[in-house]
């Protein structure tokens, strides 16, 4: 038996502790960091930052890591969600075959449709009373067929193949390549059956990832939004969830994992000419190692967590408590954005003011998030979960 870690057969695998039903800080703090990074790169795209006195006081990498990460962001989200839904089905069924299917779909009802279709509401509404950014250009979209990708979840689709819908729109991307995923999650895993059988299938999905984003197709969109594209990140989450689970690492490897994890993560998001001497986003294996080091980091903090050896995050508990809320604040944040980025021009604030509208509509989308998960998404979600199966 190795030193580093304690493995445990698959069919007698123990029930996770009590801890891991529970929200591990740490996740939280990198989900902040995440939804942040994407609030500030839709806020600089139509306030350029740079062009302000303090940002010229920045050199082109930090503006670059400041302002220009939200698509890392989203791929850190996809790691993330796959890790903590593998996760908690592992928690509640003990193995991949034993998920029941009509309750992980009702939870995912319950948890992503209800703030989904209200946010489709308020975005028609505001299409059909011809709201200035928020209009669905007719040469790509009509609001009918928007709804449409939007409630079976291939916006993505639509968008590589007709055009950019508006920003509020254009966020739920993302979504429908997370839930086309979890459509199909729960089906792979109850008939695969065996757990290495279900690696397997996870494992093509990383396989395949690099080479969606580079030579499968000439759609630079669909590179970047495509459901084979993205879906390595979810799938790499899973592994690492299974792997969290199989194996316990000791405190000494927990620790190079998170430091390797946190490097691997460094280099790309940080050192983007180093990544690209080496060939890393020619080869789209950016992405991958991104995700790998983000899976990497997720095991050591989920078995720091479950051990009880987690360190306090209360120095972060501003990205912790936009992290607490990243799904709301991610579907409702261009509510906000957009049109403060309106009365920024209308009211004619120069550039120079740019730093005080970016802290002012960063905080401004963590609260309505916060709102709106707190007495709307939240409460409606317990109150779905408790439905009788």
Known sequence: MSLAATQTPESTIPQ??????????????????????????????????????????????????????????????????????????????????????????????????PLLFTLLVILSVLHLTHRYGFVINPQ????????????????????AHRGYLPAAWDVLWSLSVEEMFYVFFPLVCRYTRRLNVFIAVLACFVIIGPFART????????????????????????MAAIFARKLRLRPNLLRVFHVLGAGFCILIVVFRRTTWSLGLPQAGLNVTLLEFGTALMLIAMQQRFDGGNARPYA????????????????????????????????????????????????????????VVAKFYSEPLNSRLRAHPS
């Open 16 to 113: 996770l502790p009590p801890s891991a039903g529970q929200r591990v800080p740490a996740i939280d703090v990198l989900r902040g960091l995440c939804i942040i990074a994407v609030v500030l790169h839709h806020i600089n795209l139509r306030i350029p930052f740079k062009n302000s006195a303090f940002g010229a006081m920045l050199s082109p990498a930090i503006n670059r890591l400041l302002f220009w990460d939200g698509a890392y962001g989203v791929t850190v989200f996809f790691v993330i969600s796959g890790f903590l839904i593998t996760t908690w089905s592992l928690k509640r069924w003990g193995t991949p075959a034993q998920i029941n299917m009509g309750q992980f779909y009702r939870m995912r009802f319950a948890r992503i449709v």
């Open 140 to 159: 790509r979209s009509t609001l009918p067929r928007a709804l449409l990708a939007a409630l079976t979840f291939h916006v993505n689709w639509l968008e």
């Open 215 to 238: 030579t499968l197709t000439h759609n630079e969109l669909w590179q970047d939004y495509g459901y084979l594209a993205c879906m390595d990140g979810i799938a790499l989450g899973c």
């Open 315 to 370: 120095v972060n508990g501003v990205f912790r408590w936009f992290g607490r809320n990243s799904y709301e604040v991610y579907l409702t944040h261009m509510l906000v954005v957009w049109p403060l980025m309106r009365i920024f021009y209308d009211l004619r604030q120069p550039i120079n003011a740019a730093p005080l509208w970016f802290a002012g509509i960063t905080a401004l989308t963590g609260m309505l998030g916060y």
